[in-house]
């Protein structure tokens, strides 16, 4: 196997059951993401992309097929054992940020880090580390109410990246920001990228698309396209 | 080679057992049971760690940091009253296994088990 | 071939850090590792290899997959920290969100507090209580083997027993019965006594007060060491060797010595008890509240002025009471040979000491015995109200959660289990049933002194210096909390994460609305049982204070007597000169507890019955109580009237009458003739008989509890004693009667203390225990109304303010404000309807077994259930409205905006 290869994905279906309905979200992706590459998805609504998304990010439990994450096969992994995988090897992105309201800037981004059971000292170490490169540290002390979208959503970005993931998938990170943050944020994700994360994104946006190294368009659960945005340009 | 189930199965107790002669650190462990075995069984840090560590916070064995004549440090290891408890437990139930393939497969002729008839349908 | 020599060291460091990025394995073990790994590199380095060769072999024997060491490692740190799992990193966390949340929807956190600090003091009232009312003798040492004897005589339990010669028996006499009893097998120890209720004067030779409660014993060495009293000071041989001598209580000390007695003032004085003088011998604490005796002086004496004595024994080891009884009755001819001949004597009975408080109803107890009833209806009630208040704080918590499932959906994200997630939203749940500890206290202390006044008990008013109080209290605040959060954290930790970021799940109408229903339902239920049970209750209790109980009870005044027949007609003559005064007689008094009954059989047949009553009236009390009678003419010309008549009650006329095949008329005349297993050892006359003179209706004599007995009714005109003088009077008057009553008592009896009652109050002191049901009924049905609207109007309000975009667009759509509050009851109505079928039938069954134990009861009447439902939809629909309409009129207010 080539070590370069982060996931491999061959042949994945994932059933969506109405009453009296199956429909495939996933029909049969094939899916190859090296390590360092940055894969934006796209495609219109209720293609599938946020589906793959969670099928990537092991917060959905697939049908059928073949899923391999670095060593790990996580096809017929519980839930549980998909979890064990899933804390601090992924970062998550979303578009409504998912901040928790109740905490501050400083804890919001601290969560993860305690679930992964690491000390206090290096906890509070490498927060800081994470909202100094995204220049939120002035305000690790505010809570989410009191910071705009944009800022929000630097938050979230240093939440995903403070457990040091393998890959950061993000899910529309522009979706609720004005186009300057939008550029920001999609500025510090191809700075992540520049320093080495593997990441895949969903977007609506072709200008946010074209950040990516590549781009997989999506079409009623199949892959129609795969192309390399460098070719392209 | 021993069987997964029973690498499994004795690691603690050898270990166990190696800590009863006194304090040792984990490369000199598995060293010790190749020797023992005749090369019959290779542990690797891998496996024996994880082990140490299990067994460090069942409060079996205890651990400290020695400096070594080289200037070195290295891990030592210790076994508990709760280990040599355990140890004994364990023994007696390895010593009746024991026992039972030996009669069983040691001393044919002494050995009396009951004949089964087993009925003609 | 590398031109760079290779550095071992570099290359074991740069090994040790790239460990370091698997989580599982923390700086120290990498470095443990490393040491394993220069360790193999230098046994390689021994056998000849070469150095980089000799690193890539250790390197790759050391760990062959990183990946999967980081793997057991992790299961390693997480199976140790056990069952607490994660919390210990994430206890401060959850801690903190708590906290704000606490504060960000502060109005509803409010109500949940106010109901669980209601829920949990109703509880730990209910536990206080019932510890109390079960911890009777408990301080007697070795309680568990100590027996109260007593007798059965005419199918009739005695909480004590006679002596052979009842009154007239001698202080030798009194030993041998109890020295008999000592012998019996399996007896270890015995002592008798008897306390005295009367008032006596003691004098101290500077005081003169009178005291009650005077325990007299001829076993006071056994009666020390049964019960194990506490001594202050003083002598107890001094007591034990010499009769004349007494013992006070503390607070009986203080009382004629001050609170500054000591020692030196008490012991050894000489004071005189009615006419006889006694030496002090020494001071006891006071007897606690929470035991089935009760008594101010223990006065030592060869012989009890009583028919009888309060006996109790120590049972032997390995023995217990039925074996003792089977003994005591084999030994009853050495006990009292008199009574061994007695067909009336139906054995001894035996009463385990910690049984008498609430198990034993016997014939002349000490004290009322507790009431069991209480106990139930307290931790019946007080579990009801608790479960009012968990099943709000499950209803509001997973109406106010709903807002938190993207925080969940992140934590789950970030690994949380469901039993971690679960586990954070028992801690809020736990932390808001502590945060309640001030305000419970509070209330406990205002409250406990209250109830014990109310329920007549002493729960210490100290509860909170007492370590038990506290375990008490931790484990219930525990227990509340993990009840109320255990579904909110299941429900809100059992779904998938997609789920969780999918938009509002107060609107998906999923489970959230069954369980939600469910509980308002359960509510509704528990709320229909409880105000119908509250109007059964009041209904009995108005019933029995309203049923004709066969005489007139109110304006009548007892007054103690006790003289012989000059003074009583003096004192009578003094009365009937007050205007306003209607009437004076003697005779037994009405509305007191059962007595003994009597055996008795008509003249020339042969059975014997023995449930007889006999009353004492003369024509006076008999005419002044309006009692029906067939001899109206005598009590109207009391002169015309024969010296003495009995008359027979209607039930006694009907059992003859049917039992006899007489006709009810023809039974004037007959004799019948009363203890005819006693025979004049002199004149050979069988028992005692008497001619049947005229009928009286039924009359309760007792509480409506008892069923009536036939009664013999002895009619007098005159006769050597009178105990008691009642005194009709007009209630024009009522304001002075006492004044005047006392005035003319002091006339005859100057030197004597005037002791009275109204008839009234002895008719409603039988029923107590009842009125006092009544009220705490009435009591927790507010308090559990309360807790349960409280629930229903925070959710109300929550529901409302989540549905304030549905209503605008109906108001928009052109919807009146009553259409959109009736639509919001209406979603009630159901549950309502189906929470009244199942309340009904419940509390049914409960009501008619209290009612049960009345003798005279109301019926249960289904309209009170309906009328239960009535007053729940009502106060229910008026809580609902009312905050409907705030959301509706005004933009939400402050309180209620804290979800969008």
Same mark, same amino acid.
């Given at each position: 196997?080539?070590?370069?290869?982060?996931?491999?994905?061959?042949?994945?279906?994932?059933?969506?059951?109405?009453?009296?309905?199956?429909?495939?979200?996933?029909?049969?992706?094939?899916?190859?993401?090296?390590?360092?590459?940055?894969?934006?998805?796209? *495609?219109?609504?209720?293609?599938?992309?946020?589906?793959?998304?969670?099928? +990537?990010?092991?917060?959905?439990?697939?049908?059928?097929?073949?899923?391999?994450?670095?060593?790990?096969?996580?096809?017929?992994?519980?839930q549980k054992d998909r979890a064990s995988i899933r804390k601090g090897n992924m970062g998550f992105i979303f578009q409504s940020f998912n901040l928790i309201d109740e905490l501050t800037t400083f804890e919001n981004v601290e969560l993860p880090l305690?679930?992964?059971?690491?000390?206090?000292?290096?906890?509070?170490?490498?927060?800081?580390?994470?909202?100094?490169?995204?220049?939120?540290?002035?305000?690790?002390?505010?809570?989410?109410?009191?910071?705009?979208?944009?800022?929000?959503?630097?938050?979230?970005?240093?939440?995903?990246?403070?457990?040091?993931?393998? $890959?950061?998938?993000?899910? =529309?990170?522009?979706?609720?920001?004005?186009?300057?943050?939008?550029?920001?944020?999609?500025?510090?994700?191809?700075?992540?990228?520049?320093?080495?994360?593997?990441?895949?994104?969903?977007?609506?946006?072709?200008?946010?698309?074209?950040?990516?190294?590549?781009?997989?368009?999506?079409?009623?659960?199949?892959?129609?396209?795969?192309?390399?945005?460098?070719?392209?340009? | 080679?021993?069987?997964?189930?029973?690498?499994?199965?004795?690691?603690?107790?050898?270990?166990?057992?190696?800590?009863?002669?006194? @304090?040792?650190?984990?490369?000199?462990?598995?060293?010790?049971?190749?020797?023992?075995?005749?090369?019959?069984?290779?542990?690797?840090?891998?496996?024996?760690?994880?082990?140490?560590?299990?067994?460090?916070?069942?409060?079996?064995?205890?651990?400290?940091?020695?400096?070594?004549?080289?200037?070195?440090?290295?891990?030592?290891?210790?076994?508990?009253?709760?280990?040599?408890?355990?140890?004994?437990?364990?023994?007696?139930?390895?010593?009746?296994?024991?026992?039972?393939?030996?009669?069983?497969?040691?001393?044919?002729?002494?050995?009396?088990?009951? =004949?089964?008839?087993?009925? +003609?349908? | 071939?590398?031109?760079?020599?290779?550095?071992?060291?570099?290359?074991?460091?740069?090994?040790?850090?790239?460990?370091?990025?698997?989580?599982?394995?923390?700086?120290?073990?990498?470095?443990?590792?490393?040491?394993?790994?220069?360790?193999?590199?230098?046994?390689?380095?021994?056998?000849?290899?070469?150095?980089?060769?000799?690193?890539?072999?250790?390197?790759?024997?050391?760990?062959?997959?990183?990946?999967?060491?980081?793997? =057991?490692?992790?299961?390693?740190?997480?199976?140790?920290?056990?069952?607490?799992?994660?919390?210990?990193?994430?206890?401060?966390?959850?801690?903190?969100?708590?906290?704000?949340?606490?504060?960000?929807?502060?109005?509803?956190?409010?109500?949940?507090?106010?109901?669980?600090?209601?829920?949990?003091?109703?509880?730990?009232?209910?536990?206080?209580?019932?510890?109390?009312?079960?911890?009777?003798?408990?301080?007697?040492?070795?309680?568990?083997?100590?027996?109260?004897?007593?007798?059965?005589?005419?199918?009739?339990?005695?909480?004590?027993?006679?002596?052979?010669?009842?009154?007239?028996?001698?202080?030798?006499?009194?030993?041998?019965?109890?020295?008999?009893?000592?012998?019996?097998?399996?007896?270890?120890?015995?002592?008798?006594?008897?306390?005295?209720?009367?008032?006596?004067?003691?004098?101290?030779?500077?005081?003169?007060?009178?005291?009650?409660?005077?325990?007299?014993?001829?076993?006071?060495?056994?009666?020390?060491?049964?019960?194990?009293?506490?001594?202050?000071?003083?002598?107890?041989?001094?007591?034990?060797?010499?009769?004349?001598?007494?013992?006070?209580?503390?607070?009986?000390?203080?009382?004629?010595?001050?609170?500054?007695?000591?020692?030196?003032?008490?012991?050894?004085?000489?004071?005189?008890?009615?006419?006889?003088?006694?030496?002090?011998?020494?001071?006891?604490?006071?007897?606690?509240?929470?035991?089935?005796?009760?008594?101010?002086?223990?006065?030592?004496?060869?012989?009890?002025?009583?028919?009888?004595?309060?006996?109790?024994?120590?049972?032997?080891?390995?023995?217990?009471?039925?074996?003792?009884?089977?003994?005591?009755?084999?030994?009853?001819?050495?006990?009292?040979?008199?009574?061994?001949?007695?067909?009336?004597?139906?054995?001894?009975?035996?009463?385990?000491?910690?049984?008498?408080?609430?198990?034993?109803?016997?014939?002349?107890?000490?004290?009322?015995?507790?009431?069991?009833?209480?106990?139930?209806?307290?931790?019946?009630?007080?579990?009801?109200?608790?479960?009012?208040? +968990?099943?709000?704080?499950?209803?509001?918590?997973?109406?106010?959660?709903?807002?938190?499932?993207?925080?969940? *959906?992140?934590?789950?994200?970030?690994?949380?289990?469901?039993?971690? #997630?679960?586990?954070?939203?028992?801690?809020?749940?736990?932390?808001?049933?502590?945060?309640?500890?001030?305000?419970?206290?509070?209330?406990?202390?205002?409250?406990?002194?209250?109830?014990?006044?109310?329920?007549?008990?002493?729960?210490?008013?100290?509860?909170?210096?007492?370590?038990?109080?506290?375990?008490?209290?931790?484990?219930?605040?525990?227990?509340?909390?993990?009840?109320?959060?255990?579904?909110?954290?299941?429900?809100?930790?059992?779904?998938?994460?997609?789920?969780?970021?999918?938009?509002?799940?107060?609107?998906?109408?999923?489970?959230?609305?069954?369980?939600?229903?469910?509980?308002?339902?359960?509510?509704?239920?528990?709320?229909?049982?409880?105000?119908? $049970?509250?109007?059964?209750?009041?209904?009995?209790?108005?019933?029995?204070?309203?049923?004709?109980?066969?005489?007139?009870?109110?304006?009548?005044?007892?007054?103690?007597?006790?003289?012989?027949?000059?003074?009583?007609?003096?004192?009578?003559?003094?009365?009937?000169?007050?205007?306003?005064?209607?009437?004076? *007689?003697?005779?037994?008094?009405?509305?007191?507890?059962?007595?003994?009954?009597?055996?008795?059989?008509?003249?020339?047949?042969?059975?014997?019955?023995?449930?007889?009553?006999?009353?004492?009236?003369?024509?006076?009390?008999?005419?002044?109580?309006?009692? @029906?009678?067939?001899?109206?003419?005598?009590?109207?010309?009391?002169?015309?009237?024969?010296?003495?008549?009995?008359?027979?009650?209607?039930?006694?006329?009907?059992?003859?009458?049917?039992?006899?095949?007489?006709?009810?008329?023809?039974?004037?005349?007959?004799?019948?003739?009363?203890?005819?297993?006693?025979?004049?050892?002199?004149?050979?006359?069988?028992?005692?008989?008497?001619?049947?003179?005229?009928?009286?209706?039924?009359?309760?004599?007792?509480?409506?509890?008892?069923?009536?007995?036939?009664?013999?009714?002895?009619?007098?005109?005159?006769?050597?004693?009178?105990?008691?003088?009642?005194?009709?009077?007009?209630?024009?008057?009522?304001?002075?009667?006492?004044?005047?009553?006392?005035?003319?008592?002091?006339?005859?009896?100057?030197?004597?203390?005037?002791?009275?009652?109204?008839?009234?109050?002895?008719?409603?002191?039988?029923?107590?225990?009842?009125?006092?049901?009544?009220?705490?009924? #009435?009591?927790?049905?507010?308090?559990?109304?309360?807790?349960?609207?409280?629930?229903?109007?925070?959710?109300?309000?929550?529901?409302?303010?989540?549905?304030?975009?549905?209503?605008?667009?109906?108001?928009?759509?052109?919807?009146?404000?009553?259409?959109?509050?009736?639509?919001?009851?209406?979603?009630?109505?159901?549950? $309502?309807?189906?929470?009244?079928?199942?309340?009904?039938?419940?509390?049914?069954?409960? #009501?008619?077994?209290?009612?049960?134990?009345?003798?005279?009861?109301?019926?249960?009447?289904?309209?009170?259930?309906?009328?239960?439902?009535?007053?729940?939809?009502?106060?229910?629909?008026?809580?609902?409205?009312?905050?409907?309409?705030? #959301?509706?009129?005004?933009?939400?207010?402050?309180?209620?905006?804290?979800?969008?």
């Amino acid at each position: 196997m080539n070590k370069d290869v982060l996931i491999r994905m061959e042949d994945v279906y994932k059933y969506h059951y109405t009453e009296s309905m199956q429909t495939a979200a996933l029909n049969g992706i094939d899916l190859e993401i090296k390590h360092g590459e940055f894969v934006s998805i796209m *495609g219109p609504s209720g293609s599938g992309k946020s589906t793959l998304l969670n099928v +990537i990010g092991m917060i959905d439990k697939m049908d059928d097929g073949l899923y391999q994450f670095e060593d790990y096969q996580i096809n017929g992994l519980s839930q549980k054992d998909r979890a064990s995988i899933r804390k601090g090897n992924m970062g998550f992105i979303f578009q409504s940020f998912n901040l928790i309201d109740e905490l501050t800037t400083f804890e919001n981004v601290e969560l993860p880090l305690l679930y992964l059971k690491i000390s206090k000292a290096e906890r509070k170490e490498r927060v800081e580390k994470a909202l100094e490169s995204l220049e939120m540290m002035h305000r690790k002390d505010h809570y989410p109410q009191q910071l705009s979208g944009g800022q929000q959503q630097r938050v979230a970005i240093a939440r995903a990246i403070v457990v040091r993931p393998k $890959l950061i998938l993000a899910d =529309e990170p522009t979706g609720n920001l004005d186009s300057k943050n939008s550029e920001a944020v999609m500025n510090i994700i191809k700075e992540l990228h520049a320093a080495g994360s593997s990441i895949v994104m969903v977007t609506h946006s072709h200008k946010d698309a074209a950040y990516a190294e590549r781009t997989i368009q999506l079409f009623d659960g199949n892959i129609l396209e795969n192309e390399s945005n460098l070719k392209a340009i | 080679m021993a069987t997964k189930a029973l690498i499994a199965a004795s690691t603690k107790p050898m270990v166990l057992s190696i800590l009863s002669y006194g @304090e040792n650190y984990g490369y000199n462990i598995i060293q010790e049971v190749e020797r023992m075995s005749g090369g019959e069984l290779q542990w690797t840090d891998a496996m024996l760690y994880p082990v140490l560590k299990r067994m460090e916070k069942e409060k079996l064995i205890s651990s400290r940091w020695v400096k070594t004549e080289s200037g070195r440090k290295r891990k030592y290891y210790k076994i508990t009253d709760t280990g040599r408890a355990k140890l004994t437990e364990e023994k007696t139930q390895w010593l009746n296994v024991n026992t039972i393939f030996e009669s069983l497969w040691g001393n044919q002729d002494r050995l009396s088990l009951t =004949e089964i008839q087993i009925p +003609i349908q | 071939m590398s031109t760079q020599p290779f550095n071992v060291d570099k290359a074991i460091s740069d090994w040790q850090k790239a460990l370091l990025k698997y989580h599982s394995i923390d700086p120290e073990f990498a470095e443990e590792l490393a040491s394993g790994l220069r360790d193999r590199y230098d046994a390689l380095l021994k056998d000849g290899i070469a150095a980089e060769d000799a690193f890539a072999r250790a390197r790759k024997k050391t760990i062959a997959d990183p990946n999967q060491l980081a793997r =057991e490692m992790s299961d390693v740190k997480s199976r140790s920290t056990g069952f607490l799992g994660d919390l210990a990193f994430l206890l401060p966390n959850y801690l903190k969100i708590g906290w704000r949340n606490l504060g960000r929807k502060s109005f509803y956190n409010l109500i949940n507090l106010t109901s669980l600090t209601i829920g949990i003091v109703c509880a730990v009232l209910a536990i206080l209580y019932i510890d109390y009312e079960t911890s009777f003798d408990d301080f007697v040492p070795e309680s568990e083997r100590i027996y109260r004897v007593g007798q059965n005589l005419r199918s009739q339990e005695y909480s004590m027993i006679g002596f052979e010669d009842y009154n007239s028996s001698t202080a030798e006499k009194q030993q041998i019965h109890i020295d008999a009893i000592r012998k019996a097998t399996g007896v270890e120890a015995a002592c008798q006594f008897f306390i005295f209720d009367n008032p006596q004067y003691i004098n101290t030779g500077e005081d003169r007060l009178e005291t009650t409660k005077i325990l007299q014993t001829n076993t006071p060495n056994s009666f020390l060491e049964l019960f194990g009293w506490e001594w202050i000071v003083g002598s107890k041989e001094q007591f034990t060797n010499d009769p004349r001598t007494v013992l006070f209580t503390e607070s009986e000390a203080e009382r004629f010595y001050g609170m500054d007695w000591n020692a030196d003032k008490v012991i050894g004085q000489s004071i005189v008890i009615d006419t006889t003088a006694f030496t002090i011998a020494g001071v006891l604490k006071d007897v606690p509240s929470n035991s089935h005796l009760d008594f101010n002086v223990v006065i030592h004496q060869r012989r009890i002025d009583y028919w009888g004595a309060r006996t109790y024994v120590k049972a032997a080891n390995g023995t217990d009471g039925t074996a003792i009884k089977r003994n005591l009755d084999l030994k009853i001819g050495e006990i009292n040979p008199r009574l061994s001949r007695s067909e009336l004597f139906g054995g001894f009975t035996l009463d385990r000491l910690q049984d008498i408080h609430l198990n034993s109803d016997k014939l002349y107890e000490i004290k009322p015995p507790g009431d069991k009833q209480y106990l139930y209806i307290f931790s019946i009630i007080s579990s009801i109200i608790l479960l009012l208040t +968990i099943s709000n704080y499950t209803n509001l918590s997973i109406a106010m959660n709903a807002s938190r499932m993207r925080e969940i *959906g992140m934590r789950k994200i970030f690994g949380a289990s469901q039993v971690s #997630v679960s586990k954070q939203f028992l801690i809020e749940a736990l932390l808001i049933a502590l945060l309640s500890t001030p305000l419970i206290i509070v209330l406990l202390i205002f409250i406990i002194p209250r109830l014990n006044a109310f329920m007549g008990v002493a729960i210490a008013t100290d509860f909170w210096a007492q370590g038990s109080f506290w375990l008490l209290l931790i484990s219930l605040l525990i227990l509340v909390g993990l009840l109320s959060g255990l579904y909110p954290s299941i429900f809100l930790s059992n779904r998938k994460i997609t789920s969780l970021f999918k938009g509002n799940m107060v609107k998906d109408r999923s489970s959230s609305f069954t369980v939600r229903k469910a509980i308002i339902t359960f509510q509704f239920g528990l709320l229909i049982g409880l105000c119908s $049970l509250t109007l059964f209750v009041n209904n009995q209790l108005e019933f029995i204070s309203d049923k004709d109980l066969g005489y007139q009870k109110e304006n009548i005044l007892y007054v103690d007597i006790n003289s012989n027949w000059e003074t009583f007609t003096a004192f009578r003559n003094e009365l009937n000169s007050i205007s306003g005064i209607t009437g004076v *007689g003697t005779g037994s008094d009405m509305g007191t507890t059962p007595y003994n009954q009597t055996t008795y059989r008509l003249k020339d047949t042969d059975q014997v019955f023995d449930d007889a009553y006999n009353v004492y009236f003369d024509y006076a009390s008999l005419k002044l109580l309006g009692i @029906e009678t067939s001899i109206l003419d005598y009590l109207d010309n009391p002169l015309n009237a024969p010296s003495n008549i009995v008359l027979i009650n209607e039930t006694a006329a009907q059992k003859l009458s049917t039992q006899f095949n007489i006709p009810k008329e023809d039974l004037i005349g007959r004799t019948i003739i009363e203890e005819p297993e006693y025979t004049d050892e002199e004149t050979g006359e069988v028992g005692f008989p008497f001619q049947i003179g005229g009928f009286t209706s039924d009359i309760n004599v007792f509480s409506l509890k008892e069923k009536i007995t036939p009664m013999f009714v002895r009619v007098y005109r005159q006769s050597d004693y009178a105990y008691l003088a009642s005194i009709s009077y007009d209630e024009s008057i009522s304001e002075t009667v006492l004044q005047s009553v006392e005035a003319a008592f002091k006339k005859v009896k100057p030197n004597d203390t005037f002791m009275y009652e109204f008839l009234t109050q002895n008719v409603n002191a039988l029923y107590e225990q009842e009125q006092k049901i009544g009220r705490l009924c #009435v009591y927790f049905s507010v308090i559990a109304f309360l807790v349960a609207i409280l629930g229903l109007i925070a959710l109300t309000a929550y529901l409302t303010t989540l549905k304030r975009k549905e209503i605008g667009m109906r108001k928009i759509l052109g919807a009146s404000t009553l259409g959109i509050v009736k639509l919001f009851n209406k979603e009630y109505l159901p549950l $309502l309807v189906f929470a009244f079928f199942v309340a009904a039938p419940v509390t049914y069954l409960g #009501v008619s077994r209290w009612l049960s134990t009345f003798a005279y009861r109301i019926d249960i009447n289904l309209m009170v259930f309906l009328l239960a439902t009535v007053l729940t939809l009502a106060i229910s629909s008026a809580a609902v409205s009312l905050v409907t309409l705030r #959301v509706i009129r005004s933009e939400p207010v402050e309180a209620l905006r804290e979800e969008q």
